[in-house]
């Protein structure tokens, strides 16, 4: 199935036993390859596959640059793995089984297989993706999360660049605790900032309960205060 205007030309370049096409990419590849066989390598081989690749977004349109799409550079900066955004994206059009949803890139590369594909379109489910990335998140060992969050805690601005040994113990220590409420490593800095900044002080109007005044207030936690005083060395019956 060649949808190009010059199958001529594309055989006579890429005279290959298999031909990679993709829907509305068919002119980009074209282009691409083109070039790319004939300034910088040797004729390659490409697989024939008619792939549907079409992507829809969570409002059923076709997931585009300008309609519903997130960039690389965007999961990135929100704290997605790229583990989680593989296994993730390695689904939409293809399956395994009817079960498995986890893959390493390890096991994409051995189970991949071509016959698995479904010419269907798949949808961009943003909850899925972020599953995914908590389920990779909970699985780094104490010192790679660690790791994966100094980025985040710097650009906060709660720790050096570099960070020091104690900022860097002061996270590990926390990455256990803190791992089961990670959806993305951008989350990080919020839950974690008590460890490193002391909180901001209370307002005078957060502290007092509504509707009472100030030396009312006083006069409560001076009565509280008497009552206090000596109690760490009463009896029970006193």
Do not use: C
């Not at 997605?80 to 293809?94: M, R």
């Not at 959806?183 to 800095?189: C, E, K, M, T």
């Amino acid at each position: 199935h060649y949808p190009f205007e010059n199958r001529e030309r594309f055989e006579a370049n890429f005279p290959a036993d298999f031909i990679a096409e993709g829907l509305d990419q068919t002119r980009g590849w074209f282009y691409t390859l083109t070039v790319l066989g004939s300034a910088l390598f040797s004729k390659p081989a490409f697989k024939n596959v008619i792939v549907n690749g079409i992507i829809l977004s969570e409002d059923g349109k076709k997931l585009s640059k300008r309609h519903g799409s997130t960039s690389l550079v965007e999961f990135r900066d929100q704290g997605y793995l790229p583990e989680a955004i593989i296994n993730y994206v390695s689904l939409l059009g293809w399956s395994y089984d009817d079960t498995r949803q986890m893959f390493s890139r390890a096991d994409l590369e051995r189970l991949f297989s071509l016959d698995r594909l479904n010419k269907a379109a798949a949808v961009f489910d943003y909850k899925k993706l972020e599953w995914f990335n908590g389920v990779y998140i909970r699985e780094k060992p104490d010192a790679a999360l660690k790791d994966e969050l100094l980025p985040f805690m710097r650009r906060a601005g709660l720790v050096e660049d570099p960070a020091t040994p104690e900022q860097e113990a002061v996270l590990l220590a926390a990455a256990p605790l803190v791992r089961e409420r990670l959806r993305f490593l951008g989350d990080a800095p919020e839950l974690l900032r008590f460890l490193f900044r002391d909180p901001p002080p209370y307002s005078r109007e957060e502290l007092l309960p509504k509707k009472t005044e100030p030396e009312e207030i006083l006069r409560y936690l001076g009565e509280i205060r008497s009552l206090m005083e000596g109690f760490f060395h009463r009896s029970d019956p006193e």
